[in-house]
């Protein structure tokens, strides 16, 4: 009798001998540069007690979808939050940024329509694309005349198109050209879709983002993340109030899926409210990206120059990344190595990316040469980092 899960095994060998494989693992003992926490809020004691007393007062579950049983006074409080927060009429909260991009991106786009999308574009971002039955194009990273090149070309052969971008790219660092996207939406009638998990408590006057940052026009759709900055779990898209009350009749990933937990959602909140309350958060976070490209560049670090607070370090093969990522994790730091698929494969003769990551760390309690020593930088036993400038764990209260 043949065994039909047998390619289960053979894929799983592929993956190995082509050194993608992962897996989960703990790093409670490491210092993180891996996280996502950019603001340490995920440990704060404001939305520690949000969501303890969230749970006392609706339990630990929505209990259903939020057109059935599952609605709840404070969903209702963090949309009020989210959309006086990003500037919009409206906001719908999902059960994660994932359901958030597939939801909104299947509900706007149907068979008749065009999606272009930018090549790096968060796997959500392309996966709600496809399932939406759109044509879809993805246009080179960051090439905003190829794009207004294509759409020249193609627009007038759909009824409805969008362009769709992260704001920030999580696995390269860069900003995407959003005053020209924005540009070339206007010009082809196109609706625009950003994601801001990565700008969201980060960029902008009050940590709105970057479509604030840079003043961006409406109408945008702005899809986000609460698990990143905010220090919580799910995802939202903020609009207009038409827009909204499609999704609500139209988002499948909504319709059809419980709603967020109370805790997670007052937790949200919280967190909305202390990007206002604490702004030296932001200032912190990003003083000490000024400090890690500082010391990176003293060192001879090969560090990407993009302006966010996610610091790339380019090595030749896997195999490198995977051992600097060990070597680091002997010294107590958790530097992961980000291969494919989760970042495309080079073209021949580049290097693939990356030993990762992001600089958002506070000051002052490890020696500062064992993140940017010998390990890294060869030269660095003749050239010492200063000694009144460390990098160490993140201010988590």
């Known amino acids: 009798m043949t065994d039909p899960y047998r390619w289960i095994e053979d894929k799983l060998a592929a993956i190995a001998r082509a050194g993608w494989h992962r897996q989960p693992r703990l790093n409670t003992h490491l210092l993180d540069f891996g996280s996502n926490d950019y603001l340490g809020l995920a440990r704060h004691p404001a939305l520690q007690q949000a969501a303890i007393a969230a749970i006392a007062q609706y339990g630990t579950g929505a209990t259903g979808s939020r057109l059935v049983t599952g609605h709840l006074p404070i969903h209702g409080e963090l949309e009020t939050a989210i959309a006086r927060f990003k500037s919009t009429a409206g906001a719908l909260v999902f059960s994660s940024g994932y359901l958030a991009n597939v939801g909104v991106l299947s509900a706007l786009l149907g068979p008749q329509d065009l999606v272009v999308g930018d090549a790096y574009n968060h796997s959500s971002l392309q996966m709600g694309a496809r399932l939406s039955g759109a044509t879809v194009w993805v246009y080179p990273h960051g090439d905003a005349a190829g794009l207004a090149t294509y759409l020249h070309r193609a627009r007038a052969g759909f009824r409805r198109c969008a362009i769709v971008t992260d704001t920030v790219f999580s696995m390269d660092g860069d900003v995407a050209p959003l005053t020209n996207l924005r540009a070339i939406a206007e010009q082809y009638d196109c609706m ?180 940017l020593g010998t390990h890294l930088c060869p030269n660095s036993r003749d050239r010492p980092i200063p000694k009144t400038l460390n990098i160490s764990r993140r201010n988590k209260t």
């Open 192 to 371: 625009m879709v950003v994601d801001e998990a990565h700008g969201t408590g980060v960029f902008g006057p009050q940590g709105q983002g970057v479509v604030q940052h840079l003043d961006l026009a409406p109408p945008v759709v702005q899809i986000g993340t609460l698990s990143k900055a905010l220090g919580s779990l799910g995802g939202y898209v903020a609009g207009s109030a038409s827009l909204i009350a499609y999704l609500q009749n139209r988002a499948a990933t909504w319709i059809y899926t419980t709603g967020l937990d109370p805790a997670a959602t007052a937790a949200a909140t919280a967190a909305i409210h202390l990007i206002g309350q604490e702004p030296d958060r932001r200032d912190r976070l990003w003083q000490n990206v000024a400090l890690f490209r500082t010391l990176a560049q003293h060192h001879g670090l090969p560090v990407l120059p993009v302006v966010s607070p996610i610091a790339i370090v380019p090595l030749p093969t896997n195999e490198q990344a995977l051992a600097v990522s060990a070597r680091l994790a002997e010294q107590g730091f958790f530097v992961p190595a980000i291969r494919p698929p989760t970042v495309p494969p080079p073209p021949p003769g580049d290097p693939p990316r990356r030993p990762h990551r992001r600089s958002n760390s506070g000051f002052g309690k490890m020696p500062p040469n064992l993140l």
